[in-house]
């Protein structure tokens, strides 16, 4: 319900969300003015804002030393591969957490969130060893494989939420009004819990797109994705700010523009269960 | 047709029976209400006729035929339920058109119905809204029209007015019963509310734990509750028990008087006690009676407005033909 908030706590909380707002997005910012600065501007001291010479050839370098459309490829299959599959155990997993709980659903659940907290770097080793192993080192195998299991988790307790809020009342009315198993899937679960879907997808794709200690010690060239593009210039010839620069704003460039068009289901998705 | 009829049917959840053999037919075209103390087991029993949840043992009969092993679609009944669940991705329209989707009618008997229902209802305006942009009354109105549109056997509902403001309950309990009396179709209705149960129902099935106390029109069960649980949930305010010295001068264990079953009188009469609340309606008068040397408190409720204040020593008679009679073990004594 409304509240009665004075003009001035508001202008405190509005200065308060512009300035947090700007310090998450300063990174950014900064990261995308250097990508056009020249190598000297982008480590002057100090350092130069807005007014430099603005150049593009950076961009030129960037394109011409490696192939930015190979990682770019990598990278879509890699977050997009391992969000599909990803999906496809969790849905059901989570299906049946929500709707059919056993005793030791909730034990469940905690126990697959509590593998988030082991440092990644714990089965580093495994799995490299695995991968050797099985021949499938800096493959897309290996990695959707691997990226799968690191957001799984994530994966069914997202969803897990999402289909808890689906009111069993309504499936039992779907029952009595003479749906069968397919119809009541097809036209009353289904349209419930696509947007719980849909907002649990997006966010895994911008996790798995950004995941980078998996994806650089896994791959190498093969299937190396944006992640391995932009470590490429951070030190084999020293530092070259400006190139850096612009290979990140490359690589987070397309993530950025799909996180704007589904912002509404991304903040659903993770607000979802916090505000009722 | 929807004659529903239970033989011997039980339910258990894991060890605990929360439905004990239970016999019951519902003949066609009645009103029955289900009515009992929360947790007594009413709405399992309406869920066990749905189909919502299965029989431990018995059987269920719809019509004559077993039905026990039915799944809830194919039982030809329709269901109303306490949190409305209407499908909230759906229009009014396609709520409503849901089952008659469900059961392949054609297009335009679909169109008619729902017209029909939207006309009956007050809906006609809304058919193309989502149910969250609707009251709670327009829901359970949608909720009802989606009942009506599939042309059941019976309907079945589920505690559906307890979500409304009490002003709205009255005005849907009327519109419920209109139904009932226009579609000549069974209806059960399950409530923990005795005035819902005794204003709406043919016949009144009172619960506890899981046990059918009575069954009965709502005067049978006002006029002759078969023991003092039913005695005392049918009627409000709640009856008055007396036991003791007084009880045993009329033969019983305990003996209960309705409160609008006492006369009251400043000078005179057969018990005496002081007056504690007085409750002033305008149309009737309960005063709440201490000290009287029967009871902690014994209730009256007087016609129109008496004048009698906090602290007055007033005189009660009973009245001798209305005198309820239990023996120890709370069945009525005739």
Not at chain 1, 83 to 103: D, E, N, R
Not at chain 1, 226 to 250: C, D, Q
Not at chain 2, 44 to 51: C, D
Not at chain 2, 296 to 316: C, K, M, N, Q, Y
Request: glycine share 8%; hydrophobic share 45%; aromatic share 10%.
């Amino acid at each position: 319900m409304a509240r009665a908030v004075s003009t001035r706590k508001r202008a405190i909380y509005t200065v308060i969300a512009w300035t947090i707002g700007l310090l998450i997005f300063f990174p950014i910012l900064w990261i995308f003015l250097t990508s056009f600065k020249t190598e000297a501007d982008a480590i002057a001291d100090p350092p130069l804002f807005f007014f430099f010479d603005w150049t593009t050839e950076n961009y030129g370098i960037v394109q011409e030393r490696s192939n930015y459309l190979r990682f770019l490829y990598n990278s879509i299959i890699i977050s997009v591969g391992s969000t599909i599959l990803g999906l496809l155990i969790a849905v059901p997993a989570a299906w049946s957490m929500a709707f059919v709980p056993g005793k030791r659903t909730k034990d469940i659940l905690l126990w697959m969130l509590s593998t988030k907290m082991l440092p990644a770097v714990g089965v580093l080793y495994p799995i490299v060893l695995i991968a050797r192993s099985l021949n499938i080192y800096d493959t897309y195998v290996l990695l959707i494989g691997v990226l799968t299991l690191i957001n799984l988790p994530i994966i069914v307790w997202m969803l897990y939420t999402y289909f808890k809020e689906i009111p069993v009342d309504i499936l039992e009315a779907a029952r009595m009004d003479g749906a069968s198993l397919r119809n009541e899937i097809l036209y009353v679960l289904t349209p419930m819990a696509l947007p719980g879907i849909a907002s649990t997808m997006l966010l895994n794709i911008i996790l798995a797109w950004n995941e980078a200690f998996w994806t650089l010690t896994l791959t190498t060239v093969d299937a190396a994705p944006l992640t391995a593009f932009i470590a490429s210039y951070s030190s084999p010839e020293g530092l070259f700010y400006a190139k850096l620069s612009a290979a990140s704003t490359m690589a987070i460039a397309p993530i950025l523009v799909m996180g704007w068009f589904s912002q509404k289901q991304l903040v659903r998705g993770l607000t979802f269960g916090a505000v009722k | 047709m929807g004659q529903i009829t239970l033989e011997k049917v039980t339910k258990s959840f894991s060890d605990v029976q929360v439905i004990p053999p239970l016999d019951l037919t519902i003949e066609d075209g009645e009103f029955a209400v289900f009515v009992g103390p929360s947790g007594c087991g009413k709405s399992t029993l309406l869920r066990l006729i749905a189909g919502l949840e299965d029989t431990s043992s018995g059987h269920i009969r719809i019509d004559g035929k077993d039905a026990t092993d039915l799944p809830p679609a194919k039982r030809g009944l329709a269901m109303v339920f306490q949190s409305y669940a209407l499908y909230p991705h759906m229009s009014v329209r396609k709520n409503i058109a849901f089952p008659m989707k469900m059961a392949g009618i054609a297009q335009d008997e679909q169109e008619r119905r729902i017209q029909q229902a939207a006309a009956a209802l007050n809906l006609t305006d809304y058919l193309d809204r989502r149910p969250g942009q609707l009251s709670g009354g327009q829901r359970q109105r949608v909720a009802i029209g989606r009942a009506i549109v599939r042309e059941p056997d019976a309907f079945l509902f589920d505690e559906p007015l307890s979500n409304l403001d009490a002003a709205l309950r009255v005005g849907m309990r009327l519109e419920i019963s209109e139904l009932h009396s226009r579609l000549k179709t069974t209806m059960i209705y399950v409530t923990h509310d005795q005035v819902e149960a005794m204003t709406m129902a043919d016949k009144i099935v009172v619960l506890r734990a899981g046990h059918i106390e009575q069954v009965g029109s709502p005067l049978d069960l006002y006029r002759t509750p078969r023991n003092l649980f039913v005695a005392g949930f049918i009627g409000s305010p709640k009856m008055n028990f007396i036991e003791g010295e007084m009880a045993g001068r009329h033969g019983a264990h305990t003996i209960g008087v309705r409160p609008e079953h006492i006369d009251v009188a400043e000078g005179k009469g057969e018990w005496s006690g002081v007056v504690g609340v007085a409750e002033h309606l305008g149309s009737d008068t309960f005063f709440h009676i201490h000290q009287t040397g029967l009871a902690e408190t014994i209730t009256v409720r007087a016609p129109g407005e008496v004048s009698f204040r906090h602290g007055d020593t007033i005189h009660l008679t009973p009245r001798p033909d209305q005198i309820h009679r239990f023996d120890d073990k709370g069945l009525r004594l005739e």
